[in-house]
């Protein structure tokens, strides 16, 4: 299948939520596609959605503060464990809270050339083939201000932490209305969050991410059939990314020791809109920066060939990548992603985010960046 095509299967799911009704025939799906290569399918345990995540954040740093009123010191141990879990979660590090009830079963799917004989390095091609809750915060008008939004809300928790430590050491009564007040505002800016999800559902995916899984596996297919000698090609489609990245960290954790200094990253997502850029800064409380070999190598790629002339590196702080994990673990990775004129992705997590929106140049331009990265990387004698 073309990569259009593939895009426009996946599109015909209504979504691919993780642990729907949808899980099961997407991943049969994409399963099919590779006749002559080895599929693996990898579960894992992740909560179904972020929205689990989010309320059990709000909802035991709201008690927390509650405490106060009856026991400063319950308050302040709660309070400290939730805050401690946000930050964590909210700045795209591994949080306890995401093993929390309850939990489901999704996949990882992990392909490889059955026929291929050990590589001295390896080239992993990753998307995530879920679709994210509709979220009200990702209206246009609002999502501008997605980074800004979100350093206040962490803020304001760690001003919960203080008024708990506060309250603790110096008891009185109007740090306790703060602390209510507090409270009362951390349940209403969760409800805003997650209202769009109640009333519906989750968004179709078109662009994000059916565009990157398309872009993952034809470049894997056509590195795959240059028979390259010197770089293994692994192609890993990634579930409940949407959820905070935890499929691909479930990816990392099982594979981690087969990793060496010569393994290398490409992750492809959303790209249905605006123009194609190498994600080199990602985070929404720190800034993570990517500055690697791949990264080097996809920049003198795109200079090089007149079609990729136009692509350029770009930030993205709303959120983050399944890259994130690697890059930290010190796996040299690069984001394929494509931007708006005013760095955003248009449509995400919206309604708005189906086939009709989908503009097919910045997913055709990933394959050919990637794919000649993969050949670069093949030729390449640098250790790194």
């Not at 090089?304 to 959120?319: D, M, P, R």
Request: hydrophobic share 45%; charged share 15%; glycine share 4%.
């Amino acid at each position: 299948m073309t990569p259009k095509q593939i895009v426009e299967k996946l599109a015909s799911f209504p979504n691919r939520g993780v642990a729907t009704e949808n899980e099961a025939p997407v991943l049969d799906f994409l399963t099919q596609l590779f006749v002559n290569q080895q599929v693996s399918r990898e579960p894992f345990r992740t909560p179904k959605t972020y929205i689990s995540v989010v309320w059990w954040l709000i909802l035991g740093l709201s008690a927390g503060l509650i405490c106060l009123n009856f026991s400063s010191i319950l308050g302040l141990v709660i309070t400290f464990v939730f805050v401690t879990m946000a930050m964590l979660y909210f700045n795209w590090y591994a949080s306890p809270v995401t093993n929390f009830p309850p939990l489901v079963k999704s996949q990882n799917l992990v392909i490889k050339d059955k026929n291929a004989s050990p590589k001295t390095k390896k080239l992993i091609l990753m998307a995530h083939w879920d679709t994210a809750p509709i979220s009200l915060l990702y209206r246009p008008e609002m999502v501008g201000n997605f980074r800004k939004s979100l350093k206040m809300s962490l803020i304001l928790m760690m001003v919960a932490q203080f008024l708990a430590i506060s309250q603790f050491l110096i008891p009185n009564d109007f740090l306790l209305l703060v602390s209510n007040i507090l409270a009362l505002y951390f349940i209403i800016q969760g409800i805003t969050a997650t209202i769009d999800f109640f009333r519906l559902g989750y968004s179709n995916g078109a662009s994000d991410n059916a565009t990157g899984v398309a872009a993952a596996i034809e470049t894997a297919q056509k590195l795959w059939h240059k028979n390259l000698q010197n770089l293994d090609i692994e192609l890993v489609i990634t579930g409940a990314e949407e959820v905070g990245m935890i499929g691909a960290r479930a990816y990392m954790k099982a594979h981690y020791q087969e990793f060496t200094k010569k393994t290398y990253l490409i992750n492809f997502d959303t790209l249905g809109s605006g123009d194609l850029k190498i994600i080199t800064q990602t985070g929404s409380w720190s800034t993570l920066v990517y500055d690697n070999e791949l990264v080097k190598t996809a920049k003198e790629v795109s200079e090089k060939i007149a079609s990729l002339k136009e692509v350029k590196t770009g930030a993205w702080h709303t959120a983050d990548f399944d890259s994130v994990w690697f890059q930290r673990a010190g796996i040299p990775s690069v984001t394929l992603a494509a931007l708006d004129k005013n760095g955003r992705m248009p449509n995400i997590h919206r309604p708005t985010d189906i086939l009709a929106n989908v503009d097919y140049k910045p997913m055709e331009k990933a394959i050919i960046l990637a794919e000649t990265i993969g050949v670069q990387l093949n030729a390449s004698n640098h250790d790194s």
